[in-house]
C-alpha cells in the first residue's frame, strides 16, 4: 500500500506562464526528500513548443553515477565519461534506452553522447561494479525539474491550465515509483506543490556485498 | 557326607588358582564387556549426533555453492544480455548453460519476475505464476534485508534444495529460483563426508493409507525396504534399525514439514553397530587369548611350583621312609633356604644322627656285648653302678705263647681270632656277656647287666661247651699245622659292682670286686692243677646239676679266706660209669691227702696216674698231689693243718 498526502494545492490562473514551487517531505521522517523529479505533463499538442533538447554529461566519481539521478527532456544527449582510473562498463536495459558502453577508462568515450530520445527511467549500471547505480529521467518536455537537498524545487515557464503532475523518486514506495497529481497553473500566482512521499529503504546493492553468507544455523 | 579331599598339592593349587583367577578374569570380561558396549552406543550416537550435523552442514553448504553459483552467473555479462533480450527461449538456453556450468551444484533454475510471473522454468512445471511454497519464498524472500531465501520445495516428487536471489540489472528486476535434489547423489556426497548412510525419507499422509516413501538413499533396495518398515518417524532420539548387515543406530532429520502436516520430509543417518562390534569383538578375541595365555602361563607356573615342592616333599617322604627301614644313605641335597630345604636339613640331620647312632650301636655291640650296647644305650650313661651279684668267667688259651713264637703275627691273630670268636659266641649263646679281651683271654659275665636267674649255671654250661669247642677247633689246627691250644676257664659268683668305669669322656660298662679277682685267679690256677676249668664253691652251690670233682681248698694272693674249688666234669647223664670211679678214687685220695695219710695217699693217686697215658702223667692233676706229698709229710705241720694250699703269688 502506498499512501499520498496533499496538503495544499492552491492555483492562479494564467493564460501567460506560470510557476511551479515544489516542496516534498519524507512521509516517515519530515526531512525533506532530495532527487526526487517532478514533471508537468503536458497534452501532446503542446509538447512541442516545451521540449528543448540539452547534452548533459553523467560523470563516474569513485565508481559512483555523479549526478546519482539526471534529468533531461526527449532527446537530449548524454555523454559517460569515466573520472576514475580504474575502467567501467556502463550498461541499460531499462525499455526506454538499452545501450551499453563497453569498458573504457579515463579519458575515453568523451566526446561519445547516447540520445534518450523515448521518455521513461533509465536504469544505469556497471557490469564491473554491481554496486553502481544510477538513474537518467528523460522527461517529455522540458518542465521537469529535481528536488534539492531541502526537497524543494521551482518549475517556471509553465502554461496556463490543468495539467497532471508527476512526482516520481528512485525509492518511492508508490506503484511505478510514481505519484501523479492534477494541478491548475495560472499567471496571477505560482501555484505550490507540497507533498509527503513514502519511501522504501534503500535497496540498493552495497559495497563489496556479501553474497556468500557464511551463515551456518 | 563324604569328606573331599584332594589327591596332589599339585591339584590343590590348581583347583586354587583357578578358584581365585576365573572369577576375576570373568569380571573383567564382563566388565569390558559392558563398558564396550556403552562405549559403542555412546560412540554411535555421537557419530549419528556429529552426522546430522555435517548433514545439515553439507546441505547448508550446498545451499551457499548453489547461491554463490546463481548470484555469480546472473550477473554474468552474457547472461545480462540474454536477459536484457527478453525473449524467453534466450533466457532459458542461458539458464541451461548456467546450470551446466555449475558442474552439478543446480540443477533446476526458475526466472521469475519481480511481481510472480515466471518467465523461464528449466523443469516446466506448467505455472504461469508463482504459487503455493514457491510464491511464499518469494515473498519471504522480498521481505528479508538482502532478498535472499531458500526452502525445500518438493518438486515432480523429489525434494528440492532451492534459494532464491533478485537477478540485478542493475536494480532487482527478476526472482531467479536455483536447485538442486536432495537425491541419491546428494546422499553419496553426505556419506562420503559422514561415513554414515544416508536417506531422505517422505511421509505423505493420504486416503489411501498414511506411507513412508524412500526418496533417495545409500541403502541397497532391501535394506530400504527394512528401514521404511522399522523406522519411526516421529520419533527423534536415536533408534536402532535391522538392516541386512546387522543392526544401524539411526537418526533423524527433519527437512520438511513439522509434525501433524501431511507431507514431511526427513533425512535419516544411519551407523552399523557393526564396525564398532567388530572393533569390539577383536577386543574380545584377543581378551581371550590373553585370559589363555595367562591361564596357561599360570597353570605351567603352577604346576613348576607344586613339582618344585611336591617333588622335594616326596623325596623327602621317600627318604624319611628308608631311613625308617634303615637305610641312611646318601644326604639329600634340597637347594635353596626355604623351609623345605630346612626340612631336608633336619631330615639329612636326623639320618645322619640316627646313623650315628645305629653306628654307634654297632660299634658298640662290637666293642661291647650286645647287652651291655643295650644297656648303654638304653639308660642315661653316668659314672658309678650298683652291687650286683654276678658269675664272672674268664677262659685264657693256653699254648697261645708258643704259637706267638713259631707263627707270623697274621697267622696269630687269625688263629686267635678264630677262638675268641668261638668262645665269645658260645658265652653269648649261654646268655653271658663278654666284658673284655684282654690279650688271648676273655672276661664274661654272666647276671651283669641282666641276671637271667641262672647265671652260674650258664656259665658252667658255656665252661663245658667252650672245653668241647676246643677239639675241633684243635682239629682245623692241626690240619693247618699250627700248634694246638687248650683253654684254661675260672669260674667264680659273688657280688661285684656293675657299672661304667673310667672318665666322664670315656667309659667302659664293667664290673669289679674281689668276685673278679677270684675268678682271675681261678683262671690261672687251672694250669698248676692242670684242669680245664675252676670252678668255686660259691659258684658249684648256683650249679648243683652238675659233676663237679673237688680239687682243693686254696687261699689265692690277696685273699684271706680259703676257698673250695671244683672242676667241673660235665652234666651227671653223660658220665660214664669208668669216670664215676675214677672221680670216687680221686676223692678218696684227696680225703687220705687231707687226713694227712701220706702213704695211702700216695698209693691213691698213684694208681689214679697210672690210668692216663704216659704222656699225660707228668702234667696231670695226680702228680700236682704227688709232688706235694714229696715234701709235705717232712714239714711240721700243725695239728690242725687245714689242707688249705696257699698260693701267694699272683
Redesign the interface.
Given at each position: 500500500m502506498w499512501a499520498l498526502l496533499v496538503l495544499i494545492a492552491s492555483m492562479t490562473a494564467s493564460v501567460q506562464a506560470a510557476e511551479l514551487r515544489i516542496a516534498l517531505q519524507d512521509a516517515d521522517t519530515g526531512a525533506g526528500v532530495s532527487d526526487a523529479v517532478v514533471e508537468v505533463l503536458l497534452p501532446p499538442a503542446l509538447q512541442q513548443a516545451h521540449l528543448a533538447a540539452m547534452e548533459v554529461s553523467v560523470d563516474q566519481v569513485e565508481k559512483e553515477f555523479v549526478p546519482n539521478v539526471t534529468v533531461i527532456s526527449a532527446g537530449s544527449r548524454v555523454t559517460f565519461p569515466n573520472s576514475d582510473d580504474i575502467l567501467h562498463h556502463v550498461y541499460s536495459f531499462s525499455p526506454a534506452k538499452v545501450f551499453e558502453l563497453p569498458l573504457y577508462g579515463q579519458g575515453q568515450n568523451v566526446d561519445y553522447f547516447e540520445t534518450f530520445e523515448q521518455a521513461g527511467v533509465v536504469e544505469l549500471g556497471c557490469n564491473i561494479h554491481d554496486w553502481m547505480l544510477g538513474y537518467i529521467y528523460v522527461a517529455q518536455t522540458s518542465l521537469a525539474v529535481k528536488t534539492d537537498e531541502d526537497g524543494r524545487a521551482t518549475l517556471s515557464g509553465v502554461p496556463a491550465g490543468e495539467y497532471t503532475v508527476r512526482v516520481w523518486h528512485p525509492r518511492s514506495a508508490s506503484e511505478g515509483k510514481v505519484v501523479e497529481q492534477t494541478l491548475v497553473f495560472d499567471d496571477a500566482q505560482p501555484a505550490n506543490l507540497r507533498l509527503a512521499l513514502t519511501l522504501e529503504r534503500d535497496n540498493r546493492l552495497r559495497r563489496a556485498p556479501n553474497v556468500s553468507r557464511t551463515r551456518y544455523r | 557326607m563324604a569328606q573331599f579331599s584332594f589327591r596332589s598339592f599339585r591339584t590343590r593349587l590348581l583347583v586354587f588358582l583357578l578358584a581365585l583367577m576365573v572369577p576375576v578374569l570373568l569380571g573383567i570380561y564382563l566388565f569390558v564387556n559392558r563398558e564396550n558396549n556403552q562405549y559403542t552406543t555412546d560412540t554411535i550416537n555421537s557419530y549419528l549426533d556429529l552426522g546430522a550435523d555435517v548433514f545439515?552442514?553439507t546441505r547448508?553448504e550446498h545451499k551457499?555453492t548453489l547461491?554463490?553459483i546463481i548470484?555469480?552467473m546472473t550477473?554474468d555479462?552474457g547472461f545480462?544480455n540474454a536477459?536484457?533480450t527478453g525473449d524467453p527461449y534466450t533466457i532459458i538456453d542461458a539458464a541451461d548453460n548456467i546450470l551446466l556450468r555449475s558442474l552439478g551444484a543446480a540443477d533446476m533454475m526458475l526466472i521469475a519476475a519481480m511481481d510472480g510471473e515466471v518467465i523461464i522454468d528449466t523443469k516446466t512445471q506448467g505455472f504461469e505464476r508463482l504459487e503455493g511454497e514457491w510464491l511464499e519464498l518469494m515473498n519471504r524472500a522480498a521481505s528479508s534485508d538482502?532478498?535472499?531465501g531458500d526452502a525445500i520445495i518438493t518438486l515432480q516428487g523429489v525434494p528440492y534444495q532451492i534459494t532464491v536471489i533478485p537477478l540485478?540489472?542493475?536494480?532487482?528486476?527478476a526472482w531467479i529460483f536455483g536447485g538442486f535434489p536432495l537425491d541419491n547423489q546428494f546422499t553419496d556426497t553426505v556419506k562420503q563426508s559422514i561415513v554414515s548412510d544416508v536417506s531422505i525419507v517422505e511421509y505423505q499422509q493420504s486416503a489411501a493409507g498414511n506411507g513412508l516413501q524412500v526418496i533417495a538413499s545409500t541403502l541397497g533396495q532391501g535394506d530400504q525396504q527394512a528401514l521404511i518398515e522399522q523406522l519411526q518417524f516421529d520419533r527423534l532420539q536415536t533408534q536402532r534399525i535391522l538392516l541386512s548387515d546387522g543392526e544401524y543406530g539411526t537418526l533423524l532429520r527433519p527437512l520438511y514439514g513439522q509434525d501433524g502436516d501431511p507431507l514431511q520430509i526427513k533425512a535419516v543417518i544411519q551407523k552399523s553397530y557393526n564396525e564398532n562390534i567388530e572393533n569390539l569383538q577383536a577386543f574380545q578375541r584377543v581378551l581371550l587369548q590373553f585370559y589363555i595365555a595367562v591361564i596357561l602361563v599360570s597353570l605351567i607356573a603352577v604346576v613348576l611350583l607344586a613339582r618344585s615342592f611336591t617333588r622335594p616333599v616326596l623325596d623327602l617322604a621317600s627318604r624319611v621312609r628308608r631311613i625308617e627301614a634303615g637305610d641312611y644313605g646318601q644326604a639329600m641335597q634340597v637347594p635353596g633356604r626355604d623351609e623345605l630345604s630346612q626340612l631336608a636339613s633336619s631330615v639329612n640331620n636326623m639320618a645322619a644322627g640316627l646313623a650315628e647312632k645305629e653306628k654307634v650301636r654297632d660299634l658298640l655291640g662290637k666293642v661291647v656285648s650286645h647287652e651291655i650296647a643295650e644297656e648303654l644305650l638304653s639308660k642315661k650313661i653316668e659314672l658309678g653302678g650298683e652291687e650286683k651279684v654276678v658269675t664272672v668267667l674268664f677262659a685264657d688259651i693256653k699254648g697261645f705263647t708258643t704259637l706267638c713264637e713259631s707263627s707270623a703275627p697274621e697267622a696269630v691273630l687269625t688263629v686267635l681270632n678264630r677262638y675268641l670268636s668261638e668262645i665269645t659266641r658260645i658265652i653269648e649263646n649261654n646268655s653271658g656277656v663278654v666284658d673284655k679281651y684282654t690279650g688271648d683271654s676273655v672276661m664274661a659275665l654272666f647276671g651283669a647287666p641282666l641276671s637271667r636267674g641262672n647265671d652260674a649255671e650258664n656259665a658252667v654250661k658255656a665252661a663245658l661247651a667252650i672245653q668241647a669247642c676246643m677239639a675241633e677247633l684243635n682239629a682245623i689246627n692241626r690240619a693247618e699245622g699250627m700248634a694246638l691250644m687248650e683253654a684254661g676257664i675260672g669260674i667264680h659268683t659273688g657280688l661285684v659292682v656293675a657299672g661304667n668305669l673310667g672318665s666322664q669322656n670315656r667309659l667302659n660298662y664293667t664290673v669289679i670286686g674281689d668276685s673278679v679277682n677270684l675268678a682271675a685267679r681261678l683262671e690261672g690256677l687251672t694250669r698248676k692243677y692242670n684242669t680245664g676249668n675252676i670252678v668255686s664253691d660259691a659258684s658249684r652251690a648256683q650249679a648243683p646239676d652238675f659233676v663237679y670233682r673237688e680239687l682243693d681248698l686254696v687261699q689265692v694272693a690277696g685273699k684271706s679266706e680259703p676257698v673250695r674249688i671244683y672242676e667241673v666234669m660235665g652234666e651227671a647223664s653223660q658220665l660214664t660209669d669208668v669216670r664215676r670211679q675214677e672221680l670216687q678214687a680221686f676223692a678218696d685220695a684227696l680225703a687220705a691227702y687231707r687226713a694227712q695219710q701220706w702213704e695211702d695217699a700216695t698209693a691213691r693217686f698213684m694208681a689214679l696216674q697210672e690210668t692216663l697215658p704216659s704222656r699225660e702223667r707228668a702234667m696231670s692233676l695226680y702228680s700236682v698231689y704227688l709232688e706235694r706229698m714229696e715234701y709235705l709229710p717232712r714239714r711240721n705241720l700243725p695239728a690242725d693243718w687245714d689242707a688249705v694250699f696257699v698260693f701267694d703269688r699272683k
Open positions: - | 545439515d552442514f547448508e551457499n547461491l554463490t548470484s555469480t550477473r555479462w545480462r536477459f536484457g538482502d532478498g535472499i540485478y540489472l542493475p536494480t532487482p528486476v
